[in-house]
């Protein structure tokens, strides 16, 4: 091929996976309408999920730099790893990828392979944050440091768990949170969205908690619960600007779970303000995108945005967790196995 | 002083009439249309009663934790079971006994885990229901259970749930749920009634007033019950 032409092609390439994966921040192409419901709001139902960008990392790899985009190549390597999940869990057989991978030669038992979901399209996103510039989380505050610290000294000390006290907030089987229950997993990547005059409720599958959001005029919103009245979800407050739906979400349970997948990784506060946007950009996608706020926790807000879509014959199953939970009484006797084994672990 | 009184009496038989008159024609409540066109059931409902202690009649009594005096204590409650008695085969009741001897430690409710159907419709919390163009969607405050009633062609069960497979159609302004595949795990009550995997339940919701369901459900499961049952209430 021409150098030149090969230039040209690369270019082209470049900006169609960049209009792929941005599309969905700009308006959705020409000849589409979006869908109304019959009063007439934007129609964001269906049973949606994240499985196009399982896989992509919350925070991107510091080799990407401020890149938002994999290169052909990079993505050519990722579609390669999907393609090889995909093909060996719809076939039944343990993928020689990812968490297979990573599991091979432990000695436990992994999940099997038909548990796992997989990416039907490969994402260009080389992070799933897309704001800052970097890709990362902002620096935390001094405060949300010394929380930090504290925890990792308190988990060395402790390194086996002793009660259900040590076992993490979803290990619990109590919730994900708003952040978690959306980010993708390795399976339970379902949002069942319903929408009835006033009230969109977001469903997750997993752990089956729905959000029902009111929606209010912009100009008026009603006012959310008072400070003293705190949930792991949080209180949600919507309105529509444009085709957009936009969830505010203040008065959360403060220093217990994770703002990350499956509600690990850094505690936010109570201070914590959700800002997300739901978008129908197709028939079968929505943008989603959340902004987190967070001033007691992280010197800047933060970004975070994929699509969702939707799948033939894609279902939410019942997610009965602490109904079926014997990972932590597995964990804990474990640890009580453990200890008469090896005592005094310093 | 006589024109008085029967001035006072026949306004007073007007205002008996304009009270009377509607009922006396059995001018029956007609809820208000949803944006489907069928009855508006949305809202915040719960129920009032005793029900979730024990379907059947009992009397007042000790909890299963007595330590907790008069706050963990069983009131007492009319049965909501027509005919009064839930009709277990000889070996269930057995069973039903033995899940009340050990409600304390054996009542899925303690353990939150998710109530199941009837129940979750009479435990003492709010739950709220959404009509939507995908269906009809329960959100129980309890354990954050729900359930979408599938409002199309129904569904089959893929798999044993908590919370059963609901498909549900309208007969007039009823809305009437078909619920089967469950996993048999769930109790009807705190008194320890339960049912198998074999559960199936029909459900009624008609709206009576501005703030009334009426709710009715035939329970049946030949494996443990000698025939259908039905219970009903208010929410």
Known sequence: ?346 | MQIRSISLTLIAGAAWLAFALPSLQGQAYRAPRAADGHADLSGIWEALNAANWDLEDHSPQAGPMWQTGAIGAEPAGQSVVEGGEIPYLPAALEAKKMNFANRRTNDPEAKCYMPGIPRANYMPYPFQIVQSPRGILFVYEYASANRLVNMGKPDEPVSDTWMGTNNGHWEGDTLVVDVTGFNGLAWLDRAGDFASDKLHVIERFTRTDRDHLQYEAIIEDPSVFSRPWKISMPL
């Open chain 1, 1 to 346: 091929m021409l150098p030149g032409l090969r230039s040209v092609c690369i270019v082209a390439l470049y900006a169609i996976a960049a209009g792929a994966a941005f599309a969905q921040a700009k308006a959705p192409g020409k000849n589409w309408t979006p869908p109304k419901t019959a009063w007439g709001d934007p129609d964001l139902q269906g049973v949606w999920t994240s499985d196009d960008s399982f896989g992509v990392p919350l925070e991107r790899p510091r080799k990407y730099g401020n890149r938002k985009l994999l290169t052909d190549e990079e993505y050519a390597d990722r579609a390669k790893e999907n393609e090889l999940l995909a093909t060996s869990i719809q076939a039944g057989v343990t993928p020689n990828a990812g968490y297979w991978l990573q599991h091979d030669g432990v000695d436990y038992q992994p999940y099997p392979s038909n548990w796992s979901e997989y990416a039907r399209r490969t994402s260009h996103q080389t992070s799933l944050i897309v704001d800052p510039e970097d890709g990362h989380f902002p620096a935390l505050t001094p405060q949300a440091m010394m929380l930090r610290v504290a925890a990792v000294a308190a988990s060395r000390k402790k390194p086996r768990p002793e009660s259900w006290e040590d076992i993490n907030m979803f290990g619990r089987c109590i919730t994900r949170g708003v952040l978690g229950s959306m980010l993708p997993v390795m399976y339970g990547n379902g949002t069942d969205i319903l929408q009835s005059p006033g009230l969109v409720v977001i469903r997750y599958e997993m752990i089956h908690e729905a959000r029902i959001v009111p929606i209010d005029p912009p100009d008026r919103p009603r006012q959310h619960l008072p400070a003293s009245l705190r949930t792991y979800m949080g209180d949600p407050r919507g309105h529509w600007e444009g085709d957009t739906l936009v969830v505010e979400t203040t008065n959360f349970i403060g220093n217990r779970l994770g703002i990350g997948p499956d509600g690990e990784g850094v505690r936010y506060s109570e201070d914590l303000r959700l800002v997300e946007r739901f978008t129908r950009m197709s028939d079968r996608s929505v943008q989603y995108t959340v902004t987190v706020f967070d001033p007691k926790t992280f010197t800047a807000s933060w970004t975070v945005a994929f699509p969702i879509t939707q799948e033939p014959g894609y279902q939410i199953f019942e997610y009965a967790c602490h109904e079926g939970n014997y990972a932590m009484s597995n964990m804990l006797s474990g640890a009580r196995a453990e200890e008469v084994n090896q005592p005094a672990v310093k």
